[in-house]
């Protein structure tokens, strides 16, 4: 009877005790604000580079804190949307820009940027690469922070185009390229290596050849409205018919997702791989690697996406990624403040050094201190065009649909006519 | 009747709550969105009546996944089910490490979905997988299964059924053990041989559980996700897309919300007429 009588009594002391723990830590969080900052960064290392950017604002701003929290990739893309409309929406994520950052900025859920940008006479503006700005702004608003750019060339492993008697430096059209891949194949060597599986490797070629085909203006014409029927998108989906027939991949390639693909070059499997800039980094090459080593980064040339004959194209437009940070709606007013930081010309350079990305913030690249991705940032800056990835610039549906259509077409299971109703067909429900 | 009220007043609502705000109203609601061009922001706002439908059934990666369906569904009645009958009469005997095998039988169906889907697609890698090994032993070039769009889904087939065979096995042996030894015992004194046994006494009254059997065969095919994910992700060219896989990657994954919400609305009536139907019809007296 005593032991039955104590154990409320108990309890009610667990419960105060609580209570005031709990009291006491949300009264505690009052007196500064926390920028939730949401990311989808995997690798520690390169989230270490961010933790000490972090760590030292808030040791100059101690009413701050940054808490950091992680998605993983696919999971973050679908909980988005109810997170930004939720209580517990981040204060900052990561953006790829296009489509989805425009169907985000027209909910309300996020904010622009625009005001902290050209707050004392434009500082934070003038520091950041016009293009990169440029690229994350709709209809004249800023709604992201740029951070990194990046640029998707061709990759080549040295010994084995030497062993085909191949010159990387002679390849500059469509043709000289299959040629290449013919001359490749009949020295025994697979061509290239291609992410069939994942789709969306294979939508690097559709896209750089429709870019080489219809150029800035007919690009930009096809997203106003004109569609992706033309006449240049017909001959850039043939262009990439004509490659798959020659069949220029790894056996198995359909089903190859993006590690596999990088394995196969990394492993001396395949003699090109069409990729990021980072392909040739010694870090990339050793988490690409069966052996954990990979390719030394002599062994690897790169040469741009070549021209092809009569298109409107030209050789400095560049196809790569645009990365930025987006503030919601409700993020504390700090958050602005701390991006600037974070985007600022030493941290940029440290990100550059430590994390291997090619900076917007003018100056940044300063840190670039690994060879290969010097290569592609002096290509970047004489950038005439820059075209954001099309599977996040056309919108999430769109986009995928292209990734669709660039398998579809490579592996000869569709003409170029149908493919492009196809992507059509997703486009019109779009406008 | 008067002593019911109060249980009822007292117990109903909490269930019927529960039951209301998470099962009928997100029903209702995804019937709502099924109307609309929506990406998942903010409300749905622009109206295009049926126009999500008439895109589901013009889509060909909706129609290979409606036969996928069907095809699973097919194999599961006419190899897993029969497979699954052979083994639990074979292991509920009483020989010696029956025991054993039942286990290792039923070892697949433990094994989560994911690490399922995960360790097949390693087994059929034409490059490190054991196929591959196999293959090369035999000094033969590898295949890629589960990149060909010819072969892939039978590949696909191939894992269900090592993977769920062993669950219905369970059921058998289950059922095998609720028949009255006498019954057999009376076939054997009648002189019956050991297939006629099976066909003539133990079938006859296993016909509930082999009716069960089919019925999660054909709700589980309805089902399928785990597995396919890991393993294929729908591809190569959608040629292992599920009805649920469809809705994953042309709702969720292209932010396609209304879209996506046809597709579960189609998908609802297809479980609910072939739930239903096959209950009125093959099971009516279970």
Same mark, same amino acid.
């Given at each position: 009877?005593?032991?039955?009588?104590?154990?409320?009594?108990?309890?009610?002391?667990?419960?105060?005790?609580?209570?005031?723990?709990?009291?006491?830590?949300?009264?505690?969080?009052? $007196?500064?604000?926390?920028?939730?900052?949401?990311?989808?960064?995997?690798?520690?290392?390169?989230?270490?580079?961010?933790?000490?950017?972090?760590?030292?604002?808030?040791?100059?701003?101690?009413?701050?804190?940054?808490?950091? #929290?992680?998605?993983?990739?696919?999971?973050?893309?679908?909980?988005?949307?109810?997170?930004?409309?939720?209580?517990?929406?981040?204060?900052?994520?990561?953006?790829?820009?296009?489509?989805?950052?425009?169907?985000?900025?027209?909910?309300?859920?996020?904010?622009?940027?625009?005001?902290?940008?050209?707050?004392?006479?434009?500082?934070?503006?003038?520091?950041?690469?016009?293009?990169?700005?440029?690229?994350?702004?709709?209809?004249?608003?800023?709604?992201?922070?740029?951070?990194?750019?990046?640029?998707?060339?061709?990759?080549?492993?040295?010994?084995?185009?030497?062993?085909?008697?191949?010159?990387?430096?002679?390849?500059?059209?469509?043709?000289?390229?299959?040629?290449?891949?013919?001359?490749?194949?009949?020295?025994?060597?697979?061509?290239?290596?291609?992410?069939?599986?994942?789709?969306?490797?294979?939508?690097?070629?559709?896209?750089?050849?429709?870019?080489?085909?219809?150029?800035?203006?007919?690009?930009?014409?096809?997203?106003?409205?004109?569609?992706?029927?033309?006449?240049?998108?017909?001959?850039?989906?043939?262009?990439?018919?004509?490659?798959?027939?020659?069949?220029?991949?790894?056996?198995?390639?359909?089903?190859?997702?993006?590690?596999?693909?990088?394995?196969?070059?990394?492993?001396?499997?395949?003699?090109?791989?069409?990729?990021?800039?980072?392909?040739?980094?010694?870090?990339?090459?050793?988490?690409?690697?069966?052996?954990?080593?990979?390719?030394?980064?002599?062994?690897?040339?790169?040469?741009?996406?070549?021209?092809?004959?009569?298109?409107?194209?030209?050789?400095?437009?560049?196809?790569?990624? !645009?990365?930025?940070?987006?503030?919601?709606?409700?993020?504390?007013?700090?958050?602005?403040?701390?991006?600037?930081?974070?985007?600022?010309?030493?941290?940029?350079?440290?990100?550059?050094?430590?994390?291997?990305?090619?900076?917007?913030? !003018?100056?940044?690249?300063?840190?670039?201190?690994?060879?290969?991705? $010097?290569?592609?940032?002096? #290509?970047?800056?004489?950038?005439?065009?820059?075209?954001?990835? !099309?599977? #996040?610039?056309?919108?999430?549906?769109?986009?995928?649909?292209?990734?669709?259509?660039?398998?579809?077409?490579?592996?000869?299971?569709?003409?170029?006519?149908?493919?492009?109703?196809?992507?059509?067909?997703?486009?019109?429900?779009?406008? | 009747?008067?002593?019911?009220?109060?249980?009822?007043?007292?117990?109903?609502?909490?269930?019927?709550?529960?039951?209301?705000?998470?099962?009928?109203?997100?029903?209702?609601?995804?019937?709502?969105?099924?109307?609309?061009?929506?990406?998942?922001?903010?409300?749905?706002?622009?109206?295009?009546?049926?126009?999500?439908?008439?895109?589901?059934?013009?889509?060909?990666?909706?129609?290979?996944?409606?036969?996928?369906?069907?095809?699973?569904?097919?194999?599961?009645?006419?190899?897993?089910?029969?497979?699954?009958?052979?083994?639990?009469?074979?292991?509920?005997?009483?020989?010696?490490?029956?025991?054993?095998?039942?286990?290792?039988?039923?070892?697949?169906?433990?094994?989560?979905?994911?690490?399922?889907?995960?360790?097949?697609?390693?087994?059929?890698?034409?490059? =490190?997988?054991?196929?591959?090994?196999?293959?090369?032993?035999?000094?033969?070039?590898?295949?890629?299964?589960?990149?060909?769009?010819?072969?892939?889904?039978?590949?696909?087939?191939?894992?269900?059924?090592?993977?769920? =065979?062993?669950?219905?096995?369970?059921?058998?042996?289950?059922?095998?053990?609720?028949?009255?030894?006498?019954?057999?015992?009376?076939?054997?004194?009648?002189?019956?041989?050991?297939?006629?046994?099976?066909?003539?006494?133990?079938?006859?009254?296993?016909?509930?559980?082999?009716?069960?059997?089919?019925?999660?065969?054909?709700?589980?095919?309805?089902?399928?996700?785990?597995?396919?994910?890991?393993?294929?992700?729908?591809?190569?060219?959608?040629?292992?897309?599920?009805?649920?896989?469809?809705?994953?990657?042309?709702?969720?994954?292209?932010?396609?919300?209304? =879209?996506?919400?046809?597709?579960?609305?189609?998908?609802?009536?297809?479980?609910?007429?072939?739930?239903?139907?096959?209950?009125?019809?093959?099971?009516?007296?279970?």
């Amino acid at each position: 009877m005593n032991h039955g009588f104590a154990r409320p009594w108990r309890d009610t002391l667990l419960l105060a005790v609580s209570a005031v723990t709990l009291f006491g830590s949300v009264t505690g969080a009052y $007196a500064q604000s926390t920028i939730k900052w949401l990311h989808l960064e995997a690798n520690e290392n390169r989230l270490k580079t961010w933790q000490d950017i972090a760590a030292a604002y808030e040791a100059e701003h101690p009413d701050v804190k940054i808490e950091f #929290q992680f998605l993983e990739n696919e999971a973050f893309k679908a909980k988005l949307p109810t997170l930004l409309q939720s209580n517990d929406a981040p204060s900052m994520f990561y953006t790829w820009g296009g489509g989805v950052l425009k169907a985000q900025s027209e909910t309300g859920a996020i904010r622009d940027v625009t005001a902290a940008m050209d707050a004392d006479g434009g500082a934070w503006r003038n520091s950041i690469s016009p293009a990169a700005v440029d690229g994350l702004s709709i209809d004249g608003k800023v709604w992201a922070a740029p951070i990194q750019s990046g640029l998707v060339s061709f990759f080549y492993n040295k010994a084995m185009f030497e062993q085909a008697g191949v010159d990387a430096s002679a390849i500059a059209t469509w043709d000289d390229f299959l040629a290449a891949v013919s001359k490749l194949k009949e020295a025994g060597i697979t061509p290239i290596a291609g992410g069939g599986g994942d789709k969306w490797p294979i939508h690097f070629y559709w896209s750089y050849l429709a870019m080489r085909e219809a150029g800035k203006d007919g690009f930009a014409a096809a997203k106003a409205g004109e569609g992706f029927t033309g006449e240049a998108f017909v001959r850039a989906s043939q262009h990439l018919v004509d490659l798959g027939a020659l069949e220029p991949f790894q056996e198995g390639y359909l089903g190859a997702t993006w590690p596999d693909t990088q394995a196969v070059f990394a492993d001396g499997r395949a003699a090109i791989i069409l990729s990021f800039e980072n392909t040739a980094t010694p870090q990339n090459q050793a988490n690409a690697a069966t052996d954990g080593k990979g390719l030394a980064q002599d062994a690897i040339g790169r040469f741009a996406f070549p021209l092809v004959e009569g298109g409107a194209g030209v050789i400095t437009d560049d196809f790569g990624g !645009l990365n930025g940070w987006v503030v919601t709606a409700n993020a504390p007013p700090e958050t602005e403040d701390f991006l600037k930081y974070f985007t600022s010309k030493d941290n940029a350079a440290k990100l550059a050094e430590f994390n291997n990305i090619l900076p917007t913030t !003018l100056g940044g690249d300063e840190g670039v201190k690994d060879p290969s991705l $010097a290569d592609s940032a002096a #290509q970047m800056a004489k950038a005439t065009w820059h075209q954001n990835y !099309l599977d #996040q610039d056309l919108g999430p549906n769109v986009g995928r649909v292209v990734n669709d259509m660039s398998v579809e077409l490579v592996s000869g299971q569709m003409s170029p006519e149908d493919a492009l109703q196809q992507i059509e067909d997703a486009f019109s429900l779009e406008m | 009747m008067r002593g019911k009220w109060p249980v009822l007043v007292l117990f109903l609502p909490p269930a019927l709550l529960l039951f209301t705000v998470f099962v009928i109203l997100p029903m209702g609601e995804a019937a709502w969105y099924s109307f609309y061009n929506w990406n998942g922001y903010g409300l749905p706002s622009q109206w295009i009546g049926t126009k999500n439908y008439e895109l589901i059934f013009r889509n060909g990666a909706f129609r290979t996944a409606l036969i996928n369906n069907g095809l699973i569904i097919v194999i599961s009645i006419c190899v897993q089910i029969p497979l699954a009958l052979w083994l639990a009469t074979m292991v509920s005997r009483n020989i010696k490490g029956a025991l054993a095998f039942r286990l290792l039988f039923f070892l697949p169906y433990v094994l989560a979905d994911v690490a399922a889907g995960m360790i097949w697609r390693f087994v059929y890698d034409g490059e =490190f997988g054991l196929v591959a090994g196999i293959w090369n032993f035999f000094g033969a070039a590898p295949p890629f299964w589960l990149a060909d769009k010819q072969v892939a889904f039978y590949a696909v087939l191939g894992v269900i059924v090592w993977k769920y =065979f062993g669950f219905h096995m369970m059921l058998f042996i289950a059922g095998l053990q609720a028949i009255d030894k006498s019954v057999l015992e009376a076939a054997d004194i009648d002189g019956a041989t050991g297939w006629q046994k099976f066909y003539r006494v133990t079938l006859p009254l296993l016909g509930s559980t082999v009716r069960l059997s089919v019925f999660f065969a054909v709700v589980g095919s309805l089902q399928l996700f785990d597995m396919i994910m890991p393993l294929t992700g729908g591809g190569p060219s959608n040629a292992t897309q599920t009805l649920v896989t469809f809705l994953y990657s042309f709702g969720v994954m292209r932010m396609q919300v209304g =879209f996506g919400s046809a597709v579960g609305v189609v998908l609802f009536i297809i479980c609910v007429t072939l739930a239903f139907g096959y209950k009125r019809i093959f099971m009516r007296n279970d």
